[in-house]
Each structure stands twice: as C-alpha cells, then as structure tokens.
C-alpha cells in the first residue's frame, strides 16, 4: 500500500525537476530525463547535464575574452593614432583611429548585453579595417598576420559561442 | 507556434526545451541552425568585401572603361542575387507595394532632398577639411563616355540603390532577422551598410542614413521606400555635381 502512491507520482512528474508529464511521454520536456529509459539511459542523462554546465561555463569564458580581444584593439589603435600624430602632425589620422577605437569600445560594451550582434559586428569592423589598410599599403596585410589571425581567432570563438548561449537555454 | 521536432518529427504544441518522444534539445538544434544563419552572414559581408577589393583593382587597372564597370556590377548583382537565392520567397516579397500610400511617398522623396544637401555641404566640407583631397565630381568621372549623364545616372543614381537595398535591407535583413530581434537587425544593417562604403568619415552620416531605411523597411515590409529615398538622394548628389561641373 505505501508503494502505490509513489509510483503514480514517478509517471507523471519528472524525477529530476518534478515537472508533471503525460503517460505517452518518453522524455522530460522541460529537462530531458529519460522517464522510461533504464539505469544506463539515467546515467547518461546527468554525464550529459555535467558536460553541457561546463560547455556553457566555457562559452562564457570565450564571450569574455572576445570582448576583451575587442578593447585591446582599441587601445591599440588610439595609441598608435597619437603616435602617428606626434610624429607626423597628421590631425585626420588622429582623428580617424579615434573614431574607430570608440566604436570598438562601443561594442565591447554593448556585448555584455547582446554578445552575439555586438562581436559580429567587431569581428566584421575589423576584417573591413584589414581591407582598408591592405588596400592603401598592401604590405600591413603580411605585417603581423599571426597577431591577425589571433584576434579573428578569439573574435570568431566568441561569436560560436555567443550563437549558443541562447535566451532558451 | 507549433513546430515539429527536427529529429524525430514529432509534433510539439507549447515551447519546451526537449522533445517528449526522443529527448532531443529543442535548444540545441536552434543553436545549430542559429550558428549556419551567422556564418551565412558573415560569408555574405566576406564575399562583399572580397568584391570590393576586387573592384578597387579593376579600377585602377581599368580607368574609364565602360565594360570594367558593366562587369564589376553585374558581378555585384550576381553575388547578391546568389545569396538571395537561399532563402528567395521571403526576399520576393519584399517587392510589394501593398503597404504604400501617398504619405508615404511624399515622406520618401522628401527626405532625401535633406539628407542630399546635408551630405553635400557638409559632410564633402568636411571630408576636404581633413583629407585636403577634393572629393571627386561623380558626373566629371563619366565624361568620358558619349551620353555621361545617361551612364552617370545608371551608375550612380539607379544600379547602386537597387542592389544595395536588396543586399542590406533585403538578403542581410531577412538573415540577422533569424538569429536576433528586429531592433538589433536594423542596427547591424545600417552599421555593415556604413561600413562596406570605406570611409571613416561617411560612416558617421550612412549609420543614421541606414538606420531610417532599415527601420522604413521594418515597419512596411516593403524595398520601395529605401529604394525610392536611395535613389534620390544619390540623383541630387550628382545633379549637384552636374550642376558645379558646368558652373566652373
């Protein structure tokens, strides 16, 4: 007599999160735990809940170092606008990477919000800004590849990862 | 909102995050999906890019040449149109004119005259300003053709907005539509729309340009406005430059 009452409460709620369920269902809508499967099936369901916490702990890691990665150049790119500046007296140049380094800061902030829009746009800025450059002086688009390839490396990492950090999740 | 399970098809009437039938995330296969549509458009804005590189030498390979510049936008053309074509009908509808009303219009063909003559005297002031280099007279470049007004206005006042607004306002949109809301499409088209034009300094007026032809394009699902104030504004432009290549 005690145990009845246990087993109709296990058909219709979920062990794991207790969300109630119809008898024709296999799986828990809301967290996935197998409500028919064996021991093994179970198993397999929490290695799989530990593996995806870590998988979004990492993601967001990489969001974190892509919007990093997005302040750095633009630090870099102001410094080296007043460098040219004090060097050549070149206002438009100064002018120029001022711009672009507040729109890098700009995104870098914004994507602490909407991480994915902003390090889209960020990773787009700067691959256009590589053209620019390369298209006035083809040889900047060699000087310091590995640095390039780095900074797009992050960028794209973060955006991967920014598309799988979802508001659903 | 009822959508079918992509693993095993079955029907799932509310939102869930797991399928009930083979414990598939409903989560994960969005992030799939979502990851494809931004890599779909980041090879679009590459793709644009890589054109545009390819253009700059054209140019400077083939200075006024009449058939380097059919070439180089029917090569536009055929880049957007190929990126179109993943996903056609909702694109094709964009070309409705359902939603246009005589308000509308009168809206459309009055802004530009503003945003011509601001960009005109002031934005060109400031170019010359701060680059010292005057900004380049767009009917003077066609001169060397028979009818300059003819292929300048096809070039610059009716291919450009056409393909333009189909690529941003129209295969870009529809694309950052399905992985993020409306509001932040229409910033990311106007910033890409910025962007793609090169230059620092216009990137400061085409962000607000993009922003309201984005948001024209939100609100009546339709290209004809964009198309319609892109085509004036760059018409006055050059009517303008017309206007001082024959004063001087």
Redesign the interface.
């Known amino acids: 007599m005690e145990e009845a009452p246990k087993i109709i409460t296990n058909a219709l709620e979920c062990k794991h999160c207790d969300t109630p369920?119809d008898e024709?269902?296999?799986?828990?809508?809301?967290?996935?735990y197998?409500l028919k499967g064996t021991e093994e099936d179970v198993a397999k369901f929490y290695a799989k809940r530990v593996m995806d916490k870590r998988k979004s702990k990492d993601a967001e890691k990489k969001i974190k170092s892509a919007r990093t990665t997005l302040y750095v150049i633009a630090g870099i790119i102001m410094v080296f606008g007043f460098f040219i500046f004090l060097s050549s007296k070149d206002?438009?140049a100064l002018?120029?990477n001022i711009?672009?380094g507040v729109i890098y800061i700009v995104l870098g902030t914004w994507s602490k919000q909407?991480p994915?829009?902003a390090l889209?746009?960020g990773?787009?800025?700067y691959?256009?800004i590589i053209?620019?450059t390369?298209?006035a002086e083809p040889k900047t688009l060699v000087s310091g590849i590995i640095w390039k390839i780095v900074i797009i490396a992050y960028l794209g990492k973060g955006?991967?990862s920014a598309?799988?950090v979802?508001k659903?999740? | 909102m009822d959508i079918n399970c992509k693993h095993c098809n079955n029907l799932?009437e509310q939102?869930?995050?797991?399928?009930?039938?083979?414990?598939q995330?409903?989560?994960k296969t969005?992030?799939n999906t979502?990851?494809k549509n931004?890599n779909i458009?980041?090879s679009f804005?590459?793709a644009m890019?890589v054109f545009?590189?390819i253009v700059?030498f054209i140019d400077l390979n083939f200075p006024f040449n009449l058939e380097a510049d059919l070439i180089v936008e029917t090569g536009f053309a055929c880049i957007v149109l190929g990126f179109a074509s993943l996903n056609f009908k909702p694109v094709l509808r964009l070309y409705n004119i359902k939603q246009l009303n005589l308000k509308l219009i009168g809206f459309a063909v009055l802004t530009p005259i503003i945003t011509s003559f601001f960009v005109y005297f002031f934005i060109e002031y400031a170019n010359y300003l701060?680059?010292d280099v005057e900004a380049a007279n767009y009917y003077e470049s066609y001169q060397y053709l028979d009818y300059p007004l003819f292929w300048s206005i096809l070039f610059i006042a009716i291919l450009p907005p056409i393909i333009e607004e189909l690529a941003f306002r129209g295969v870009l949109f529809n694309q950052l539509l399905k992985?993020?809301n409306q509001k932040?499409t229409i910033?990311?088209t106007a910033?890409?729309f910025a962007?793609?034009h090169?230059s620092?300094?216009s990137?400061?007026w085409i962000f607000p340009f993009g922003l309201l032809l984005g948001y024209l394009r939100y609100k009546y699902n339709t290209l004809w406005l964009g198309i319609i104030i892109h085509f004036l504004h760059n018409f006055i432009i050059l009517m303008l430059d017309y206007y001082s290549f024959y004063s001087f």
């Open positions: 369920h024709a269902s296999l799986f828990c809508h809301e967290c996935g197998p206002v438009t002018i120029i711009i672009v909407k994915l829009i889209l746009l990773l787009l800025l691959l256009t053209v620019i390369a298209i955006i991967h598309s799988s979802n659903l999740a | 799932l939102k869930v995050k797991f399928c009930s039938q083979c414990g995330s409903v989560v969005v992030t979502k990851i931004v458009i980041i804005y590459i890019l545009m590189v700059y701060f680059s992985v993020t932040l910033i990311a910033f890409l962007l793609i090169f620092i300094f990137f400061l």
